[in-house]
């Protein structure tokens, strides 16, 4: 049957069976079932899994701003990741300290979540869903970059799903151009505007 209940147990078995040197722990999502709209993001990162939830962190802390910027609380909408466990790499510097850091998942990974990821959709049954990123984008929709699509409403007839793909929140990080920030600011004020004509 498919429960959370089931579902986070498939979780906890796929992230305990997986090489303890790949990963760092796994969360599950957050949020209402059902829930009208859900974010799906890539995979969690060191602070999603101390705390135990997605979009915690310093990537979390700009998705929340956006979200509230749009009238939304966390506890409006469902909150998952294409990868439920944390991808990390391993390094040993010359001193032997050794140090983690998060990597994207794999394609072998992400398809060990491919039908969890499914059930936790038809689960939460949204209106939308909104992808944070290049990975949710190429695991849900046939594009290949955020950067051809972002911003635009897309119906994928093979889940028939509403997705409305974004920019990773990561990615004001990284970008700190003006240039940027209009763009995706822009993104979440259409995102707005096609929320009320669900
Ligand atoms: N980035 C993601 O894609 N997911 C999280 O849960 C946290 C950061």
Same mark, same amino acid.
């Given at each position: 049957?498919?429960?959370?209940?089931?579902?986070? !147990?498939r979780i906890?078995?796929?992230s305990?069976?997986?090489p303890?040197? *790949? $990963? @760092?722990?796994?969360?599950?999502?957050?949020?209402?079932?059902?829930?009208?709209?859900m974010f799906?993001g890539?995979?969690? @990162? !060191?602070?999603?899994?101390?705390l135990g939830?997605? &979009?915690? @962190?310093? =990537?979390? =802390?700009? &998705?929340?701003?956006?979200?509230?910027? $749009?009238g939304?609380?966390?506890?409006?909408?469902?909150?998952? /990741?294409?990868?439920?466990?944390?991808?990390? !790499?391993?390094?040993?510097?010359?001193?032997?300290?050794e140090? $983690?850091?998060?990597?994207?998942?794999?394609?072998?990974?992400i398809?060990?979540? !491919?039908?969890?990821?499914?059930?936790?959709?038809?689960?939460?049954?949204?209106?939308?869903i909104?992808?944070?990123?290049?990975?949710?984008?190429?695991?849900?929709?046939?594009?290949?970059?955020? @950067?051809?699509?972002?911003?635009? #409403?897309? &119906?994928?007839?093979?889940?028939?799903? /509403?997705?409305f793909? *974004?920019?990773?929140p990561?990615?004001?990080i990284?970008n700190k151009?003006?240039?940027?920030?209009? $763009?995706?600011?822009?993104?979440?004020?259409?995102?707005?505007?096609?929320? #009320?004509?669900l």
């Amino acid at each position: 049957m498919n429960t959370l209940n089931n579902i986070e !147990k498939r979780i906890k078995n796929i992230s305990e069976q997986y090489p303890n040197d *790949m $990963i @760092g722990g796994f969360i599950t999502g957050d949020g209402p079932i059902p829930c009208d709209i859900m974010f799906v993001g890539e995979a969690p @990162g !060191k602070t999603e899994v101390e705390l135990g939830k997605p &979009f915690v @962190g310093k =990537a979390g =802390a700009n &998705f929340e701003k956006y979200l509230n910027s $749009i009238g939304l609380r966390r506890d409006n909408v469902r909150i998952t /990741n294409t990868c439920y466990f944390r991808p990390i !790499k391993r390094k040993i510097s010359k001193s032997g300290r050794e140090t $983690i850091s998060n990597r994207p998942p794999k394609v072998s990974e992400i398809n060990l979540f !491919k039908d969890i990821l499914n059930d936790e959709i038809n689960l939460v049954n949204p209106k939308i869903i909104v992808t944070l990123g290049n990975i949710p984008l190429k695991r849900l929709t046939d594009f290949k970059s955020i @950067g051809e699509c972002h911003g635009n #409403l897309i &119906f994928n007839k093979e889940i028939n799903r /509403n997705i409305f793909p *974004m920019y990773h929140p990561s990615s004001l990080i990284y970008n700190k151009s003006e240039e940027f920030l209009n $763009i995706y600011r822009n993104d979440w004020e259409k995102l707005s505007e096609t929320l #009320l004509s669900l």
